[in-house]
C-alpha cells in the first residue's frame, strides 16, 4: 500500500509562485519515478514533470524554465517548484509514483488558481 500526499495549492495571481509537495508513504521501493501531473478544467490528464530516483527530470514543454522538480530520498518527498505562473496553469495538481515493479499511484490532487 502506498499513500501520496499533495499539499502547496492555491490561488495566486499570474506572475507568482508556489510550491507543490507531496510526501510519500508505504512501500514505495528504492527504485522508483515521482512526478506531477495537472488536469485542467474539461481537459485531459497531463504530465508537468518527473523525477527519477538518481535525478534525471522530464519537463513538459509548456512548463519548461519556470516549473522546478526536486525530491529528497531521504525523506520520500518530491516538490514543484513553480514560478511565472500563468493563468493556462490553473489546474488540480496531483503526485503520482511509478513504483520499480510498474504499479502506479497517485495523490487526490491539489487545486491551483491563477487569477489574470
Known amino acids: 500500500q502506498v499513500q501520496l500526499v499533495e499539499s502547496g495549492g492555491g490561488l495566486v495571481q499570474a506572475g507568482g509562485s508556489l510550491r507543490l509537495s507531496c510526501a510519500a508513504s508505504?512501500?514505495?521501493?528504492?527504485?522508483?519515478?515521482m512526478g506531477w501531473y495537472r488536469q485542467p478544467p474539461g481537459k485531459q490528464r497531463e504530465l508537468v514533470a518527473s523525477?527519477?530516483?538518481?535525478?534525471?527530470?522530464i519537463y513538459a514543454d509548456s512548463v519548461k524554465g519556470r516549473f522546478t522538480i526536486s525530491r529528497d530520498n531521504a525523506r520520500n518527498t518530491v516538490n514543484l517548484q513553480m514560478n511565472s505562473l500563468k493563468p493556462e496553469d490553473t489546474a488540480v495538481y496531483y503526485c503520482?509514483?511509478?513504483?520499480?515493479?510498474?504499479?502506479?499511484?497517485w495523490g487526490k490532487g491539489t487545486l491551483v488558481t491563477v487569477s489574470s
Open positions: 503520482r509514483l511509478l513504483r520499480g515493479d510498474g504499479m502506479v499511484y
Open positions: 508505504g512501500s514505495i521501493f528504492s527504485i522508483n519515478v
Open positions: 523525477i527519477g530516483t538518481v535525478g534525471n527530470t
